[in-house]
């Protein structure tokens, strides 16, 4: 069955350095996330991704974050200068298409973000 | 602000029983209603959606929405110990073209033998 998956799975960085979370959506979707998690709190929607271009972002993705699809495979998310609450698992997840029509998204195994 | 508020539990129930999970919201406007299921350290998983007022069944899950009270549930019958996990409710508004989900802090769930 195919499966989004994400690299690395944990990622340990020290503050104001840059990291590169990776996504691998599943091959025939064309609707892209990403969530994070903080440890005991709630899933948090960050950004969407369609056609090549963000859709929608919350008030969270400010200009630390940004977003790529620079193959037709990938999906990336950078953070460009981490700080100490940005440490969360960071969801990725690929839909065929909107939710609204029925689509689910399915969501990858994430990546575990630690700044020290 | 838009909050989806749920219980933290947990929720213990005996297996066989019937789990009844709540979820109320604060935004009027929303329109699609998500139910996932979350294992410790995993993903969150799609359990079910529903759109309209009412009841909507899927096996042993059966969502039920009542936006005038502007709440949702979740009931699991016949539940197993393979269903303790945190449920999460995910509402969205679906107004003015946004998609952008509001998760609740989830409740957890304990089925025990």
């Known amino acids: 069955e195919p499966e989004v998956t994400q690299t690395p799975s944990h990622q340990v960085t020290q503050m104001g350095q840059e990291v590169i979370l990776r996504c691998v959506p599943i091959?025939?979707?064309?609707?892209f996330y990403w969530y994070r998690q903080i440890l005991g709190q709630k899933v948090e929607f960050l950004v969407s991704?369609?056609?090549?271009?963000?859709?929608?972002k919350s008030e969270i993705f400010d200009d630390q974050f940004s977003v790529e699809r620079p193959d037709g495979s990938n999906f990336t998310l950078k953070i460009r200068s981490t700080k100490l609450e940005d440490s969360a698992m960071y969801f990725c997840?690929?839909?065929?298409?909107?939710?609204?029509?029925?689509?689910?998204?399915?969501f990858g195994p994430g990546t575990r973000l630690l700044v020290l | 602000q838009k909050e989806v508020e749920q219980n933290s539990g947990p929720l213990s129930v005996p297996e066989g029983a019937i789990a009844s999970l709540n979820c109320t919201y604060s935004?009027?406007?929303?329109?699609?209603f998500f139910w996932y299921r979350q294992y410790s350290g995993k993903s969150p998983e799609l359990i079910m959606f529903i759109y309209s007022n009412g009841d909507k069944e899927d096996g042993r899950f059966t969502a039920q929405l009542n936006k005038a009270s502007q709440y949702v549930s979740l009931l699991i019958r016949d539940s197993q110990p393979s269903d303790s996990a945190t449920y999460l409710c995910?509402?969205?508004?679906?107004?003015?073209?946004?998609?952008?989900?509001?998760f609740g802090r989830g409740t957890s769930l304990i089925v025990h033998p």
């Open positions: 091959s025939n979707h064309l609707y």
């Open positions: 991704f369609y056609n090549n271009e963000i859709s929608e």
């Open positions: 935004d009027r406007g929303s329109q699609s």
């Open positions: 997840a690929s839909a065929a298409g909107l939710e609204a029509l029925g689509e689910t998204q399915y």
């Open positions: 995910a509402v969205r508004p679906e107004s003015g073209g946004s998609y952008i989900p509001t």
